[in-house]
């Protein structure tokens, strides 16, 4: 772990994130930090935020955020090594890089995978009832076995103790992502009483895991592992490793959204297929997909959720010179439930008519605004830019155009002109944006609508601008780790544990806690001036320490009352004082006194 470490913080200590995203968006001043459009999602008024200070950035419209490493992984589409491994070369900062060791350790987690991949299996044998949850699916059992499917046992234990058997610590198994540890210390099995779904990288090694529930009583009805060393979401396709000499074949594939999508059109035939797991494609699974093919077709739900992922998919798709078609489902089955009651054949016959990207935008934005209204009309046209601005080509937009004036019954030179002018614009508009007043956007509200108590938001707000060990060691003996909620517990019992509250440090610690880390990362770029917390400075840091330890103590009951009220007190009980201008003067000449001692 320590090479892992030293190499991170060599990292964080020698490059600037503003710089780096500088490269990406353009960045503006705004107080103390930068702001820009978001990278990760679309939007038009700048939410995304950049700390040269904490270097950390965070976006409050879609939660994205962290170091720089965390960007140059996101918007590359890489695995955490990989992006140390990028930068270092990039800046030229020479890592400790030990190929032995980093390959020991992800050796160490295929192992652990591969061993709980056979326990799973062999469960799976003894348990009638989740082996009925599968022929009930009308899998066979040659599938079962191809898919490696399994099933996780209703017990806290079982997988622990086993690999435990087999020797790997609990340390490694945490990491594996198998095993979770509670803030008590005690630990327990990821998946219980789930079938599972092994998710196999593209030679075919287990990297995570994916379980469902089988009795359906379970808030959660499918869970996955978290992202590890080896396992990362965003760039790995379900059912690649299997399927991929397929795709080649007919040099095509259809993205399918779930598991037992891709396993059944597997079974019944359909083998050039790839599933995202419920998410839209990243630039990262496009690159790897374009490996073997670059006809994708879209296999979607047509719900709202399902419509949405595919729409983003789309956009990634286009930047990447790919023009996707679309099958949407209209049945209110999935591809699994239309292949086990209608048939392989009658399947790929609906899936051998797709729509055309362009078709499938226009019949989606006809549905949602009146065509013949002249208003409708400039909706349709407007989205639909929207949507060809993620092309490269100018060919390619301007037979696009042609097609939609036709549709749309409007002119063409207008509509050409319409779209360069707006496409132009979309490129540089964030250089446009001069005059946008900053305080539109109330970002902070973000921090504190959570229904998490202000005082202690504060409190760690002040810990990740300035906590020094002095400091963290006042909070330590002051706020009992017990007493708050999650996640505060938590990230609170972390700094205490390690005396270390920089947001660069606690997001290498909560690296599998999405939710944690966006809170992090929008406390650290939270800035004052909109209604947000108070600006913590070196300088004002030992005597705001002091007020919330005060403020806390009351809240807590630890304290009667303030410190004002315990002197008047003093002074009525002691001085025998009772007029209120009398008092006024002996707590003025305390202070003095009080200054004086200090002196
Ligand atoms: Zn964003």
Not at 252 to 266: F, S
Request: glycine share 6%; charged share 25%; proline share 3%.
């Amino acid at each position: 772990l320590n090479y892992q470490e030293n190499n991170r913080d060599k990292i964080l200590a020698n490059t600037d994130i503003a710089r780096l995203i500088q490269e990406y968006v353009p960045l503006k001043r705004t107080g103390t930090n930068f702001r820009a459009n978001c990278p990760f999602h679309k939007e038009k008024t700048p939410s995304f935020f950049v700390s040269p200070a904490k270097q950390i950035f965070h976006c409050f419209g879609c939660g994205a955020g962290g170091t720089i490493i965390e960007f140059y992984q996101r918007i590359n589409g890489l695995t955490y090594f990989e992006a140390i491994k990028g930068l270092s070369e990039k800046y030229g900062i020479p890592i400790t890089f030990n190929d032995k060791y980093e390959t020991g350790e992800k050796e160490e987690l295929y192992s652990i995978n591969s061993s709980a991949l056979e326990f799973y299996k062999s469960e799976l044998k003894k348990n009638r009832n989740a082996y009925k949850y599968f022929l009930e699916r009308s899998l066979s059992d040659d599938t079962i076995v191809l898919f490696g499917l399994g099933y996780a046992l209703d017990s806290w234990n079982s997988l622990k103790y086993e690999l435990n058997r087999k020797g790997y610590k609990d340390e490694k198994l945490i990491e594996s992502g198998l095993i979770i540890r509670k803030e008590t210390g005690e630990t327990y099995d990821r998946f219980r009483n789930r079938v599972i779904f092994p998710i196999l990288d593209i030679t075919g090694k287990p990297i995570a895991f994916g379980g469902r529930v089988i009795n359906g009583d379970s808030d959660f009805k499918y869970i996955n592992s978290p992202e590890t060393p080896i396992y990362h979401k965003g760039g790995m396709l379900y059912g690649l490793n299997l399927s991929k000499k397929y795709i080649t074949e007919a040099d095509k594939v259809y993205i399918l959204e779930g598991y037992m999508d891709l396993i059944t059109c597997y079974q019944f035939g359909i083998k050039n297929v790839a599933a995202t797991l419920g998410t839209a494609l990243t630039p990262a699974q496009i690159k790897l997909l374009s490996r073997f093919t670059k006809n994708i077709v879209m296999v979607y739900d047509g719900d709202a959720a399902g419509v949405s992922a595919m729409w983003r998919s789309m956009e990634k798709l286009l930047e990447q010179d790919i023009f996707p078609e679309i099958y949407v489902i209209e049945d209110d089955m999935d591809p699994a439930e239309i292949l086990l009651l209608k048939g392989s054949e009658y399947f790929l016959k609906k899936l051998s008519k797709p729509l055309s990207f362009f078709e499938f935008g226009l019949k989606k934005l006809r549905a949602e605004h009146n065509a013949n209204s002249l208003a409708g009309k400039k909706k349709i046209i407007s989205e639909m830019i929207n949507l060809f601005r993620h092309i490269k080509d100018i060919v390619s937009i301007s037979e696009l155009t042609k097609r939609l004036s036709e549709n749309l019954n409007v002119d063409f030179d207008a509509l050409f002109l319409e779209v360069k002018k707006q496409i132009k614009l979309s490129k540089s508009e964030i250089g446009n944006r001069e005059n946008e007043d900053a305080e539109t956007i109330s970002s902070n509200n973000f921090v504190l609508k959570d229904g998490f108590s202000e005082l202690e938001m504060k409190i760690l707000k002040l810990l990740i601008d300035n906590g020094n060990p002095e400091i963290i060691e006042k909070f330590k003996s002051t706020i009992v780790v017990s007493d708050l909620t999650e996640p505060l517990n938590l990230i609170f019992g972390a700094i205490f544990e390690t005396g270390n509250s920089s947001p660069g440090f606690l997001l290498d610690y909560f690296a599998n806690e999405k939710e944690i880390q966006t809170l992090i990362t929008s406390l650290a770029v939270d800035s004052p001036n909109q209604n947000g917390l108070p600006e913590y400075m070196p300088e004002n840091t030992d005597t705001v320490t002091n007020d919330y330890i005060n403020q806390y103590n009351i809240k807590m009951g630890k304290a009667d009352s303030n410190e004002t009220f315990q002197k008047i007190k003093s002074i009525v009980m002691n001085d025998g004082e009772c007029d209120p201008i009398l008092i006024q003067k002996h707590l003025e000449n305390k202070r003095n006194l009080k200054q004086v001692a200090v002196n």
